[in-house]
């Protein structure tokens, strides 16, 4: 199976702050790599596919990046209501898996 | 847009088994994959199964192979999670997912308790 590692598992920032969450794979995946975010009580909501293609809808401040084993997603800009949850999935092979998550809290 | 509703969670013995129903309106249900996937409060996601557009690929989580089985009636725009021989590890939120995950249902609960 393929494990992703997210860092950090938990960050806090200010309004207005670059923020860069990590994510690495067990093993090669090219770019099948998903970015959700997640509030509490919430599902889930897709962000970036295909490592680094912007969802339509989500705000441009996302960016996602990276292939093979290492990714990233960047918020440029951190607003209030992007304190949440933020989960990479790799689609490249099954069992599909998730990484732990990483809460992006208010400093 | 497209809407996706869970049903069919609930209090169940260890041993039992329930069916899970997403209903989907506003999408072409029949042109996309489906997924479960099921979020212990609290914890992380998890992906359970997925099923391809006509049925015919089914793949699973190998916790719960021989135990769940995903199927899906394009007729009725349906998915269906039937969920046998539950263990109190089964307990989560199961949400339904489809259009390459661009929509989720809200999620429904099992709890497996004795």
């Known amino acids: 199976d393929i494990q992703l590692t997210q860092s950090p598992s938990f960050l806090s920032a200010s309004v207005g702050d670059r923020v860069t969450i990590t994510c690495r794979a067990s093993?090669?995946?090219?770019?099948?790599l998903v970015w959700f975010q997640q509030n509490p009580g919430k599902a889930p909501k897709l962000l970036i596919y295909?490592?680094?293609t912007l969802q339509s809808g989500v705000p441009s401040r996302f960016s996602g990046n990276g292939s093979g084993t290492d990714f990233t997603l960047t918020i440029s800009s951190l607003q209030p209501e992007d304190f949440a949850t933020y989960y990479c999935?790799?689609?490249?092979?099954?069992?599909?898996?998730f990484g732990g998550g990483t809460k992006v809290e208010i400093k | 847009e497209g809407q996706l509703v869970e049903s069919g969670g609930g209090l169940v013995q260890p041993g039992g088994s329930l069916r899970l129903s997403c209903i989907a309106s506003?999408?072409?249900?029949?042109?996309?994959?489906m997924t479960w996937v099921r979020q212990v409060p609290g914890r992380g996601l998890e992906w359970v199964a997925n099923?391809?557009?006509?049925?015919?690929?089914?793949h699973y989580v190998d916790s719960v192979k021989g135990r769940f089985t995903i199927s899906r009636d394009n007729a009725k725009n349906s998915l269906f999670l039937q969920m046998d021989s539950l263990r109190v590890e089964d307990t989560a939120v199961y949400y339904c997912?489809?259009?390459?995950?661009?929509?989720w249902g809200q999620g429904t609960m099992v709890t497996v308790s004795s």
């Open positions: 997912a489809g259009g390459a995950f661009n929509m």
């Open positions: 295909a490592a680094s």
């Open positions: 099923i391809k557009q006509d049925g015919s690929e089914k």
């Open positions: 506003g999408l072409s249900f029949s042109s996309y994959w």
């Open positions: 999935h790799q689609v490249d092979s099954y069992p599909l898996t």
């Open positions: 093993q090669g995946i090219s770019t099948y």
